[in-house]
C-alpha cells in the first residue's frame, strides 16, 4: 500500500468519527430535554394535587382585606362651632395731648400696666401758669369795679325818690352794673379755661390697661393735631375675640344663646392643638354680611393668664349643645356616595354595605340618626378596597 492510499483511509476514519460524535450529541441533548421535561411536569402535578396546610393560608390571605374596625358607641357628644377668630381689646385709647407745648415728662415705662387717672406724660406748664395769673387779676379788677357800680347803684335807688338825681342817671347806673357782671362772668371764664389747660399739662389714662410703645419722647413739641398720640392704651383683662359664622347656624344660636344661658368658647392656638382660654359668647351682630353670608359674634375672655392678645388670630369653637346618648362612629368610617353616606360593617369576617344618616359632629367622631345600633361594628381603616361582601383580614 503507498502512501497516497494511506491518506485516503484516514480522511475517510476522520468523517465517520465526527458523524459518530454528532449523532451522539445529539441524542444527549434530547434526552436531557425529556428528563427536564417530565421532572417540570412532575412537579407542577404534585404542587397542584398534594398543598400543604400553609400553602393554603398564603393562597387565602392574598384575597382578603386588611382593615381595622371599632364597635358603635353611644354617649355624650359636645357639638362644636368652629371658627378663625381675631383677638380685640374691649377699650383702646390713642392717648394724644389736648394742649400744644414742650413735652418735659414720660412717667410710664413701654408694657406697664397703668390705671385709670395715672398720670402718664407732663407738659410744660409755665405759660398757661402765667395767662391764669394774668386772668386772675383781671378777675379782681374787674369785681371791685362791679362792687363800686354795685354800690353806687344802691346809692341812687335812695336818692331817686327825693329828686337828688334824674331817671336816666339811676338808668344808666343799673345798665353799668349790669355791663360790669357781664365782664366778671367773661373774666371767670377765662380763668375756667386756664384752669382746664394747666390741667391738661398732666396727660392722665383715660383707661385701665396695657401702655404699648411710646411714639414720642420728652422735648419734642406736640400739638393737638398729632395722629400718633403719644402711647394706646390696651384693654386685656377682660378681651375679646371677633369671628363670623355661616348664617346658616344663626336660628340655632338664637334659639340657644340666651343672658341665662351664655354659651361656652374655647379659644386655640395656630394649630388649634393648645387650649389658650376659656370664655363665653357675649354678643350677636345684629345683621348678616351680605358679601360673606356670615354672621359676626363677639365672644369675651377673663384672660387672667394673658395669653391673648390684640390682633391676635386665634381658632374658635362655639359650644353650640351637648348631645345626650348619641349613637357616635369615628368620622373616618363614613363614606360619601351618590346614594348619600354609607359605612362597611364587619360580620362573620365579611364586609357588609351599610347606608347610614349622619348628624353633627366633633372634632373625631360623627353623629349617627338612622342605620346602625349600638355594638355593631364598623371598619375604620382600609376602606379603599372593600367591596360589599369582601373577606376581610383584621
Known sequence: MNMLDILKNTKKNIRRFIIIFIFILILLTALIIVINFLSTNGSQKKNEYVPTMK????????????????EVKQKDVPIYLSAIGTVTALDSVTVKTQINGELTKVNFKEGQFV???????EIDDRTYKAQFLQYQGQLNRDLALLNNAVTDLRRYKNLYPAGSISKQTLDTQKSLVKQYEGIVEYDKGQLEAIKINLNNCKISSPISGKAGLRQINPGNYVQINDQSGIVVINKLQPISVLFSLSQEYLPKLTEKFTDTNPLKVLAFDK?????????????????IDTTTGTIKLRAEFE?????????QFVNIKLLLQVEKNALTIPISAVQHGKNGDYVYLKEQNKAKYKKIVTGDMDQDNILIKEGLKLGEIVITDGLDKLTDGADLLQ
Open 271 to 287: 394649630e388649634n392643638k393648645e387650649l389658650i382660654a376659656e370664655g363665653k359668647l357675649n354678643t350677636i351682630d345684629n345683621q
Open 115 to 121: 390705671k385709670k387717672g395715672e398720670i402718664l406724660a
Open 303 to 311: 384672660n387672667s393668664n394673658l395669653n391673648l392678645f390684640p390682633n
Open 55 to 70: 400553602q393554603n393560608k398564603k393562597l387565602n390571605a392574598k384575597n382578603m382585606v386588611l382593615v381595622q374596625t371599632t
